[in-house]
């Protein structure tokens, strides 16, 4: 059975071998792109590239590459533990063409690689092209063989990328597996397609038309090549588990989670075991990519991630902070790939620690603040906006750590309400400002304020347009 460590290894070296230059991961933080949040895709540090913009001494590259899909456009927060498929942090695998091969050659390369060095069974697999995408339909016939049943015109946005409103884009075609009967999901396009019998694991991008204005597409001169494949949905598939929580990696990690608490992982409680295990990976990450927790921006995504990770360690009875004592686990796994895990090792831990230990301080009034007024609401009900607002205000609840903590009882939040008392609040803290004789700068402040909203929620989806595979 490979291990993650090992796919990793097959996906960069099979590249390598055809041609294409390894190259590392960038940094979860963007360089020079303040239009994005978190790098959510391999393309993202190779923008520069496809616009020709920048030059590199090579035309084709492929890389594994950190990915954060949590906070911005792409956000899978609310998914994790709960969907078989999603993760905040993930790697992405991917091989690029800067204006070298283009549709036939990627089909080709994606092919040899799934059906020959992966050994998948092409009866368990099928692809969309975008639904006027004839030449991918008859490349899939002609190279995979593939009957017409297993081709599927997709006519959504899902298969048609765009880097930005302007600039590169093109159609998409999406490689699925089916893994069976047995679990729940229709085939992509249907109306029950976000099940997990067939699973995306693979995303082939044709760069193929420059936008040049709204309406108005151009061919590209030189046409290129982007794709994206999550490692741990294909180590799902090769280890022949349903879940990316069952994989190899996983399973330690959920082990010591299961170590450290004394609770089973496969036990009903598991999916705290999934969040813990995956927003440990997510903070980490951060941390040693240079994130601090705060309470705006990339930092209060980090605080979110954190503090949600800590109501599921309560929630297994750990009576001291746990997410410190997890770091070594997650070292052991994947620091050979990612050095920085290494290096960050001690202040990973003390973020951590101080983080958990400030927050437990409130998270258990909190948590009985929320179960004493929802005591008496009826599934299907919601708490009200200013109980959720306490929650955020005083006790630091951030609002979906509040709405996943309802989500098992099949409770919600009036969000109306919630933003109601946020912005009275807002209101009264201003009138305190300019009874106490406000300077210029404060009421500049103000303004700004209320400009650009709520420093606090520049995480859920400021972005405009992100460069996504
Ligand atoms: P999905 O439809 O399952 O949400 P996606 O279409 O949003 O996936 P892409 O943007 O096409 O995903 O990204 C390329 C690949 O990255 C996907 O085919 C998948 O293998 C992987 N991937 C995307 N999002 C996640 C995630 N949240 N966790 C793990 N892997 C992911
Ligand atoms: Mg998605
Ligand atoms: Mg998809
Ligand atoms: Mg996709």
């Given amino acids: 059975m490979s291990g993650v460590n090992q796919i990793r290894t097959t996906f960069l070296d099979f590249f390598s071998r055809n041609?294409?230059?390894?190259?590392?991961?960038?940094?979860?933080?963007?360089?020079?792109?303040?239009?994005?949040?978190?790098?959510?895709?391999?393309?993202?540090?190779?923008?520069?590239?496809?616009?020709?913009?920048?030059?590199?001494?090579?035309?084709?590259?492929?890389?594994?590459?950190?990915?954060?899909?949590?906070?911005?456009?792409?956000?899978?927060?609310?998914?994790?533990?709960?969907?078989?498929?999603?993760?905040?942090?993930?790697?992405?695998?991917?091989?690029?063409?800067?204006?070298?091969?283009?549709?036939?050659?990627?089909?080709?390369?994606?092919?040899?690689?799934?059906?020959?060095?992966?050994?998948?069974?092409?009866?368990?697999?099928?692809?969309?092209?975008?639904?006027?995408?004839?030449?991918?339909?008859?490349?899939?016939?002609?190279?995979?063989?593939?009957?017409?049943?297993?081709?599927?015109?997709?006519?959504?946005?899902?298969?048609?990328?765009?880097?930005?409103?302007?600039?590169?884009?093109?159609?998409?075609?999406?490689?699925?597996?089916?893994?069976?009967?047995?679990?729940?999901?229709?085939?992509?396009?249907?109306?029950?397609?976000?099940?997990?019998?067939?699973?995306?694991?693979?995303?082939?991008?044709?760069?193929?038309?420059?936008?040049?204005?709204?309406?108005?597409?151009?061919?590209?001169?030189?046409?290129?090549?982007d794709t994206g494949m999550g490692l741990e949905r294909i180590a799902a598939l090769l280890q022949?588990?349903?879940?990316?929580?069952?994989?190899?990696?996983?399973?330690?990690?959920?082990?010591?989670?299961?170590?450290?608490?004394?609770?089973?992982?496969?036990?009903?409680?598991?999916?705290?075991?999934?969040?813990?295990?995956?927003?440990?990976?997510?903070?980490?990450?951060?941390?040693?990519?240079?994130?601090?927790?705060?309470?705006?921006?990339?930092?209060?995504v980090l605080r979110r991630i954190m503090r949600r990770a800590m109501r599921h360690a309560q929630l297994l009875g750990a009576a001291e902070p746990l997410m410190h004592r997890l770091v070594g686990a997650l070292v052991t796994e994947m620091a050979q790939a990612y050095p920085e895990l290494t290096r960050a090792e001690r202040l990973i831990r003390d973020t951590l620690l101080t983080e958990e230990t400030r927050f437990r301080q409130t998270l258990a009034r909190g948590l009985a603040i929320l179960d004493e007024e929802t005591a008496t609401l009826a599934q299907g009900g919601s708490l009200s906006g200013e109980t959720a607002f306490k929650l955020y205000d005083t006790y630091g609840f951030p609002l979906d750590l509040t709405e996943d903590a309802l989500r098992s009882r099949g409770l919600s939040v009036d969000k109306a309400g919630f933003e109601t008392a946020m912005a009275r609040q807002r209101a009264e803290a201003r009138k305190a400002w300019a009874g106490s004789g406000e300077t210029a700068t404060e009421s500049v402040w103000f303004a700004i304020e209320e400009r650009v909203g709520a420093t606090e929620f520049l995480g859920y989806d400021t972005e405009k347009s992100e460069g996504i595979v």
């Fill in 19 to 225: 041609g294409h230059e390894k190259v590392a991961s960038s940094p979860l933080v963007p360089l020079n792109d303040p239009t994005l949040m978190f790098t959510n895709a391999g393309m993202v540090q190779f923008k520069n590239v496809f616009t020709g913009f920048e030059k590199r001494h090579y035309a084709r590259a492929t890389s594994a590459q950190k990915c954060m899909r949590a906070g911005g456009k792409h956000n899978d927060l609310d998914n994790v533990g709960y969907t078989a498929r999603h993760l905040t942090f993930f790697e992405m695998l991917g091989n690029f063409s800067f204006g070298d091969y283009f549709k036939e050659g990627a089909i080709e390369l994606a092919w040899t690689l799934v059906s020959r060095e992966l050994g998948l069974p092409r009866e368990r697999l099928l692809v969309t092209v975008y639904h006027d995408d004839d030449e991918a339909y008859g490349l899939w016939k002609k190279i995979a063989g593939f009957s017409d049943d297993r081709i599927i015109r997709i006519a959504s946005s899902d298969n048609f990328w765009s880097m930005g409103d302007l600039g590169p884009c093109g159609p998409c075609s999406e490689i699925f597996y089916d893994q069976g009967e047995s679990v729940a999901g229709g085939p992509p396009g249907s109306p029950d397609e976000d099940g997990d019998r067939f699973l995306e694991f693979w995303n082939l991008v044709f760069m193929q038309y420059d936008q040049t204005a709204p309406g108005e597409r151009v061919p590209l001169p030189r046409p290129s090549i």
């Fill in 240 to 300: 022949g588990v349903h879940s990316v929580f069952d994989i190899d990696l996983f399973r330690r990690l959920t082990g010591a989670v299961a170590d450290a608490t004394g609770v089973d992982a496969a036990g009903p409680q598991a999916a705290s075991h999934r969040v813990i295990a995956d927003h440990l990976r997510a903070s980490a990450f951060l941390v040693a990519d240079g994130v601090t927790p705060s309470n705006e921006g990339r930092g209060y």
